[in-house]
């Protein structure tokens, strides 16, 4: 059964920074494409930065320069360190696993991310 459980989220001011982290269990992150995503309020759930089986990593236009993905392959968990944060960068921040043999996307809980001052 897969598991992910993120954890990191939080109310910062703009200019601020978080890392969130992405804990998973029932599958192996280093041999899938795992990324995150984002839902602000209205809005559609949209990708933030992605990191490939391949090892290669895809940004946002929105976020580059400012986020970095990265994963701990150890300890199977995949973390996104956000700086200069803007109010715009308010949502819900998603954890996904994208398991290409099943052709199945396994999702997170999700964790609030609010930039207010």
């Known amino acids: 059964q897969v598991q992910l459980v993120e954890s990191g989220g939080g109310l910062v001011q703009p200019g601020g920074s978080l890392r969130l982290s992405c804990a998973a269990s029932?599958?192996?992150?280093?041999?899938?494409?795992t990324g995150w995503y984002r839902q602000a309020p209205g809005k559609q759930r949209e990708l933030v930065a992605l990191?490939?089986?391949?090892?290669?990593?895809y940004y946002a236009d929105s976020v580059k320069g400012r986020f970095s993905i990265s994963r701990d392959n150890a300890k199977n968990t995949m973390y996104l360190q956000m700086n200069s944060l803007k109010p715009e960068d308010t949502a819900v921040y998603y954890c996904?696993?994208?398991?290409?043999?099943?052709?199945?996307?396994?999702w997170g809980q999700g964790t609030q991310v609010t930039v207010s001052s």
């Open positions: 029932g599958v192996r992150f280093s041999i899938y494409r």
């Open positions: 990191v490939r089986s391949t090892g290669t990593i």
């Open positions: 996904n696993v994208y398991v290409a043999t099943r052709a199945i996307d396994y």
